[in-house]
């Protein structure tokens, strides 16, 4: 292994680089804010027109003509509660982890989180533990999983001079590694920034329903004025008959049931897709997946968390109970120093269980052997 000098960033370093912002601080706000996604559905061309007549209707108490006023507000919530859903499944799209990363700043080891960490910060990185930031390997070697990032499960083996990408994780071995980018720089947040961007629309549909909301527009408020002075004027009826009168006409020139088809049809989809697990951003975008005559597949690894779970036990002996077979990992796991995926995963499920065991002779766990082992004492 290469000699290099361990001491890492100083403090007064370390705060110089905070005041420039070298930090590895980063949060993104690229997709859509809860006050646009609202706006868009809300205030329309085509909104107003209704709203308009709705508060006519309103001020002369024609209460039972407000009818129509439902299907703008069923057409607007479900855009809102559409979008909303996809905006809180983006918020939490995430390759990085919060774990805690080991630093050497004056020669001393100390434990930070990933944000804290700033320009030429000397990490040690460990088997099992994720790469917070872009570095380049100053001494050691490791084996880097970087199926997250690029998909190929193969290891890929990281020397001195090496760069390690940020959000891969280290599978084996043990590294000193100095970070070379942080923050917005780093290759795991620029692919975020980009599955979370929202691309715009491309709806043949919404193109059209803007138009012809754009054309009644034009023509409603004279045309409806009108209708309203004649009724008023020429046929003497009361206000409310006047108001009620010309409101009927309007509504017949604006096109609520194709919205309303449309919206209805498009929640259906959005809805029979949200139930196959699949994220759709905008109900329009409905619309461009049905054009899709070509689907390119790659193998899963680029937005996965890459962790291990214990999902369930399963005891191939009836010797054991389950409960005894916990308290067996726990036990295991307590006295055990491996820190691969596996042993993290047990560790967290059934690591804190309390039990009367002690052990010697412990084998660490080997990817070459494919096993560990440890003697307890009043079980073998």
Same mark, same amino acid.
């Given at each position: 292994m290469e000699t290099i000098d361990l001491k890492g960033l100083s403090l007064s370093e370390v705060r110089k680089k905070m005041d420039r912002g070298? @930090? =590895?601080?980063?949060? @993104? &706000?690229? &997709?859509?804010?809860?006050?646009?996604?609202?706006k868009r559905n809300v205030f329309t061309l085509f909104n107003t027109l209704n709203f308009v007549i709705a508060v006519a209707l309103a001020a002369v108490q024609a209460w039972s003509n407000m009818i129509f006023f439902a299907v703008i507000c069923f057409n607007a919530i479900t855009g809102i509660m559409t979008e909303m859903r996809a905006k809180r499944m983006i918020d939490k799209l995430n390759l990085m982890s919060r774990e805690l990363v080991t630093v050497i700043r004056d020669g001393e080891k100390d434990a930070i989180p990933p944000e804290k960490l700033?320009?030429?910060?000397?990490?040690?990185l460990s088997s099992g533990e994720q790469i917070p930031s872009d570095a380049e390997v100053m001494s050691g070697i490791a084996?880097? =999983?970087e199926a997250m990032l690029t998909g190929e499960s193969d290891l890929v083996l990281k020397e001195v001079g090496d760069?390690?990408?940020?959000? #891969?994780?280290?599978?084996?071995?043990?590294?000193?590694?100095?970070?070379?980018? +942080?923050?917005?720089n780093n290759y795991a947040n620029k692919l975020m920034m980009e599955a979370k961007t929202l691309k715009p629309i491309?709806?043949?549909?919404?193109? =059209?329903?803007?138009? $012809?909301?754009?054309? @009644?527009?034009?023509?409603?408020?004279p045309f409806g004025l009108a209708l309203f002075f004649e009724?008023?004027?020429?046929?003497?009826?009361? $206000?409310?008959?006047?108001? +009620? =009168?010309? #409101? @009927?006409?309007l509504l017949g020139m604006l096109p609520k049931g194709i919205a309303l088809l449309t919206v209805t049809s498009l929640l259906t989809a959005v809805i029979k897709l949200g139930m196959r697990k699949v994220l759709v951003q905008e109900m329009y975008s409905v619309e461009t997946l049905a054009r899709v005559d070509t689907l390119c597949l790659d193998k899963t690894g680029t937005i996965t968390q890459g962790k291990m779970t214990v999902e369930a036990l399963h005891s191939l002996s009836d010797h054991f109970s389950e409960q005894t077979i916990q308290v067996i990992l726990s036990a295991y796991m307590q006295y055990s120093e491996d820190t691969n995926p596996t042993a993290q995963a047990i560790r967290k499920a059934y690591g804190e269980l309390e039990h009367a065991y002690t052990a010697e002779n412990i084998i660490p766990f080997s990817s070459d052997r494919k096993w560990g082992a440890m003697h307890l004492s009043n079980l073998g």
């Open positions: 070298q @930090t =590895n601080d980063f949060t @993104t &706000n690229t &997709n859509t804010s809860t006050w646009q996604i609202i700033v320009l030429g910060d000397l990490m040690l084996e880097a =999983n760069e390690l990408l940020s959000g #891969s994780y280290i599978a084996s071995g043990q590294v000193y590694a100095r970070v070379k980018r +942080v923050g917005a491309n709806s043949r549909i919404l193109y =059209n329903l803007a138009k $012809i909301s754009s054309f @009644t527009g034009k023509i409603i408020i009724a008023l004027l020429i046929k003497m009826l009361p $206000i409310k008959d006047s108001v +009620v =009168n010309s #409101s @009927t006409a």
